[in-house]
């Protein structure tokens, strides 16, 4: 059984997308939730799908606490769903090319620190794009620089609001992130 732990800090969606694709499987569990804010709605969802959920703090993650309740689940993949704090040397060194994120628009454009949620849709507007969409990648030592597994786009109509965008962008998280991760951990990605 291959085992996944979730790390996200907000509401949870592709998380819980994530965690209702491999209930189940036959070869992939969702493990463990690790979330670094004590109110996220990710809890809550992964309450009602009875994964177990852990809080902790950035310095925790600084300090290599994580390495113990992932070694406790023995965690073969990190998947970064909505997760805001960059992931520390320390813990890519031991999940090396083992670690996948979302990220909401094309890379290598808009990312990097600070790129994250409205910000990106609110640059890729301003920048009068004419399309945007989600990357699916690695996670190495740089934000946003891990190789890249896949990518889908929509278009930037001109009318649109970052609100707008974001809606078509999680359309898109939601259909492709939890196959991608799962031909990703089964060596098809």
């Given amino acids: 059984m291959i085992r996944l732990a979730i790390f996200a800090s907000g509401s949870g969606t592709n998380a819980e997308a994530i965690m209702k ?6 070869s ?13 709605g990710v809890i809550a969802r992964a309450e009602r799908l009875r994964v177990p959920c852990q809080v ?15 070694k406790n689940h023995s965690i073969d993949y990190i998947i970064l769903a909505g997760f ?22 094309l890379l290598p454009k808009y990312g990097g620190k600070g790129m994250y949620g409205h910000h990106v849709h609110e640059a890729v507007i301003h920048a009068g794009e004419k399309e945007s969409g989600i990357t699916i990648h690695l996670v190495n030592e ?14 930037v109509l001109p009318e649109d609001s970052p609100d707008d965008l974001a809606s078509r962008i999680h359309k898109l998280e939601h259909e492709h992130y939890p196959r ?5 951990v089964l060596g098809k990605g």
């Fill in 21 to 26: 694709r491999f209930v189940g499987h036959k």
């Fill in 28 to 40: 992939i569990r969702v493990e463990l939730i690790l979330t670094n804010k004590k109110d996220a």
């Fill in 56 to 70: 902790f703090n950035k310095t925790q993650l600084e300090e290599g606490w994580l390495l113990e309740p992932l």
């Fill in 84 to 105: 805001l704090l960059k992931i520390p040397v320390s813990l890519i060194q031991v999940f090396p090319n083992r670690i996948c994120n979302i990220h909401p628009a």
């Fill in 142 to 155: 740089e934000y946003d620089k891990g190789r890249i597994l896949f990518q889908a786009t929509c278009p």
């Fill in 180 to 184: 991608v991760v799962e031909e990703f």
